[in-house]
């Protein structure tokens, strides 16, 4: 069975920076992609970063320039770098992989960006 185990969610100020980890409990070479998703109160989950296998990336509109999506595969670890951080960031943010055929979603890790 696959874990995904989160860290790096806080309180910082806007402006300021953060940076996600999302642990594997299985090589990253076993998963079809990676990628980072945000719920805010009231709000759709959605999409912030993925990364596939082969190393290409995507970003929501809202953070294109500002988060960037990485992996160290000696640590089967996804990181998600944030930056220039806004209010609006503010939310619980998801890791999830793909192991065909299943989806598999880390805990959740709170970020809050105060103005």
């Known amino acids: 069975q696959v874990q995904l185990v989160e860290s790096g969610g806080g309180l910082v100020q806007a402006g300021g920076s953060l940076r996600l980890s999302c642990e594997a409990s299985?090589?990253?070479?076993?998963?079809?992609?990676m990628g980072w998703y945000r719920q805010a109160p009231g709000k759709q989950r959605e999409l912030v970063a993925a990364?596939?296998?082969?190393?290409?990336?995507n970003y929501a509109d809202s953070v294109k320039g500002r988060f960037t999506i990485s992996r160290d595969n000696a640590k089967n670890t996804v990181y998600l770098q944030m930056a220039s951080l806004k209010p609006e960031d503010t939310a619980v943010y998801y890791c999830?992989?793909?192991?065909?055929?299943?989806?598999?979603w880390g805990q959740g890790t709170q970020v809050t960006v105060s103005s």
């Open positions: 299985i090589s990253l070479f076993s998963i079809n992609t």
């Open positions: 990364m596939s296998r082969g190393g290409s990336t």
């Open positions: 999830k992989v793909i192991v065909p055929p299943i989806n598999v």
